[in-house]
């Protein structure tokens, strides 16, 4: 069956350091990786879409890769900040045209 | 201001009742969608209508049911055949088919007592 995974340890960082969070994915050929921003009681955000044609794709500070023979993206974010923190869910897309979510990654930037 | 609004944001229910989430756009999308988050899980598809007077079950429709009699309007109802209804809902949109980006509310947590 169809498989998302991110890490489900939180995961630490200074102020001012890169966070990078990972989502890895088995049993799937997506034809695009999408990634959104979810804080506490509230719904996700959109972020960023990257397409299987595509290695990487930059908002700003955010930058997504994306590597199809791995099934893997990366989502780092620069500069980081107490701002960032927050759960960081990937989505790709299945065979049925739907979204199909991982559990998210909680991120937390320290002062 | 364009978006996607769900009332209410918490809701109490006793065991054998059934309750009904709103959800409402204003984004003049035609796909709507129904999910519920679990901690540790990733969202899970109830119910997604791609058009008016149409829509389809997803990976955990049981003990759920949706009506989409307006474009604006996706109201969920958690029957008393859900077993385990504590959760959080969130409704979003998006412009055509589910693997397009998806705006969401700002959910309904539903807890049984």
């Known amino acids: 069956s169809q498989k998302i995974e991110q890490n489900s340890e939180a995961l630490n960082i200074q102020e001012g350091k890169t966070a990078t969070l990972t989502c890895n994915y088995t049993?799937?050929?997506?034809?695009?990786l999408q990634w959104y921003r979810q804080d506490p009681g509230r719904g996700p955000v959109f972020l960023l879409l990257?397409?299987?044609n595509e290695k990487e794709k930059r908002k700003e500070r955010l930058k997504v890769t994306f590597d199809t023979t791995l099934k893997q993206s990366l989502f780092h974010i620069t500069a980081s900040q107490p701002a960032d923190s927050a759960t960081y869910l990937c989505?790709?897309?299945?065979?049925?045209?739907?979204?199909?979510w991982g559990a998210g990654t909680k991120l937390i930037i320290k002062p | 201001d364009g978006g996607i609004t769900q009332s209410p944001k918490y809701l109490f229910r006793k065991e054998g009742q059934n309750v009904t989430l709103s959800c409402e756009q204003n984004?003049?999308?035609?796909?709507m969608y129904w999910y519920r988050q679990d901690p540790g899980q990733g969202l899970r598809l109830i119910y997604y209508?791609?058009?008016?007077?149409?829509?389809q079950k997803g990976d955990i429709a049981e003990g759920y049911s949706v009506s989409r009699e307006k474009k604006e309007s996706f109201p969920l109802t958690v029957t008393s055949a859900q077993k385990n209804p504590t959760a959080f809902y969130l409704c979003?949109?998006?412009?055509?088919?589910?693997?397009?980006?998806?705006?969401f509310g700002p959910g309904t947590r539903l807890t049984v007592l």
């Open positions: 984004l003049n999308h035609d796909a």
């Open positions: 979003a949109s998006s412009i055509g088919s589910g693997s397009d980006t998806q705006y």
């Open positions: 209508s791609q058009i008016v007077n149409d829509f």
């Open positions: 990257i397409r299987e």
């Open positions: 049993n799937y050929s997506p034809a695009y």
């Open positions: 989505a790709l897309d299945d065979s049925n045209y739907q979204l199909i």
